[in-house]
C-alpha cells in the first residue's frame, strides 16, 4: 500500500476545521436571539415611552419615588412632584414605568 494511515486522516481534517465553527456559530446565533435582541428591544421601548412623556403623567422613577409630571425640559430632565409643593428634578431616562398618561388637549 502507497497510503499510510497518516495521510488517510489528514486528509478528511479541512471539512473537520469548519465542522469545529458550527456549534460556537450555533451558540452565537441562540445568544442574539435570547438575549441581544430582546435587550435591544426593550431600549427602544423605554426610549420612546421617555420620548413620550408629557405634563401630568404619573411615574415611577428608577430610585422608587411615585410622582406626577409637572415640567419636560428638553435638556433630557423632567420635573416631578412627589408630595404637594414637593418638586424633584429627573434625568428623563432614570424613569421606569409610566403608571397612567394624560390625554392630549383636543383643539
Known amino acids: 500500500m502507497l497510503v499510510t494511515p497518516a495521510y488517510a486522516q489528514a486528509a478528511g481534517g479541512a471539512?473537520?476545521?469548519?465542522?469545529?465553527?458550527?456549534?460556537?456559530?450555533?451558540?452565537?446565533?441562540i445568544?442574539?436571539?435570547?438575549?441581544?435582541?430582546?435587550?435591544?428591544?426593550?431600549?427602544?421601548e423605554h426610549k420612546a415611552m421617555v420620548d413620550a412623556l408629557r405634563r401630568g403623567d404619573q411615574v415611577i422613577t428608577q430610585g422608587g419615588l411615585v410622582?406626577?409630571?409637572?415640567?419636560v425640559k428638553e435638556d433630557g430632565e423632567a420635573?416631578?412632584?412627589?408630595?404637594?409643593?414637593?418638586?424633584?428634578?429627573?434625568?428623563?431616562?432614570?424613569i421606569a414605568q409610566v403608571i397612567s398618561k394624560t390625554e392630549p388637549a383636543k383643539d
Open 79 to 94: 420635573e416631578v412632584e412627589i408630595a404637594e409643593g414637593v418638586k424633584v428634578r429627573v434625568i428623563k431616562s432614570t
Open 15 to 29: 471539512a473537520g476545521g469548519l465542522a469545529s465553527f458550527v456549534p460556537l456559530i450555533l451558540i452565537f446565533v
Open 31 to 44: 445568544m442574539y436571539f435570547f438575549l441581544i435582541r430582546p435587550q435591544q428591544k426593550r431600549v427602544k
Open 67 to 71: 410622582g406626577k409630571v409637572i415640567k
